[in-house]
C-alpha cells in the first residue's frame, strides 16, 4: 500500500511523534486542512517527500538509500570514473556545476534529513 493510502495513520503517527498537534486532524480529509488527503511535503512538519503516485516510494526510497542521482536532471554532469552498464550513478560519481538545479535541489533534500 502506498503511503498516500495510510494517510490518516501517518498523520496520527507523525502527531504520536510530536510533530504536530493532534488538532490539525480535526480536518482530516477535509478541502484547505493541511491533512486534507495525500501527504504533501511542506504542508505540515515531518513529511519528507509527497506521497500519491503509486509505486514513488519505491523510487524514493532508492534514490536516498543508494545515494542514487537522479540523472535526467543533470544534463551538464561529467563522470568522474568509468560506470559500468546496469550500476547505479550515485552523487560521487559525477561532477555537477554548483549552480545546476540537481545540486540545489541535493541541498534541500539534506536539509530535511
Known amino acids: ?5 495510510a494517510a490518516p495513520v501517518f498523520y496520527a503517527v507523525l502527531v504520536h511523534a510530536g510533530y504536530f498537534d493532534h488538532e490539525e486532524l480535526c480536518g482530516l480529509r477535509r478541502v484547505n486542512c493541511r491533512a486534507e488527503g495525500h501527504p504533501v511535503e511542506g504542508k505540515l ?5 509527497t506521497s500519491g503516485s503509486l509505486g514513488k516510494g519505491i523510487s524514493v526510497g532508492l534514490v536516498r538509500t543508494l545515494n542514487a542521482l537522479p540523472v535526467g536532471l543533470a544534463p551538464s554532469a561529467e563522470v568522474a570514473r568509468l560506470v559500468e552498464k546496469g550500476e547505479i550513478v550515485s552523487w560521487d560519481d559525477v561532477k555537477l556545476d554548483e549552480g545546476s538545479t540537481v545540486v540545489k535541489l541535493r541541498r534541500q533534500q539534506d536539509a530535511l534529513d
Do not use: D, R, V
Not at 500500500?1 to 493510502?5: D, K, L, P, Q, V
Open 45 to 49: 512538519p515531518g513529511i519528507k517527500t
Open 1 to 5: 500500500m502506498a503511503s498516500g493510502h
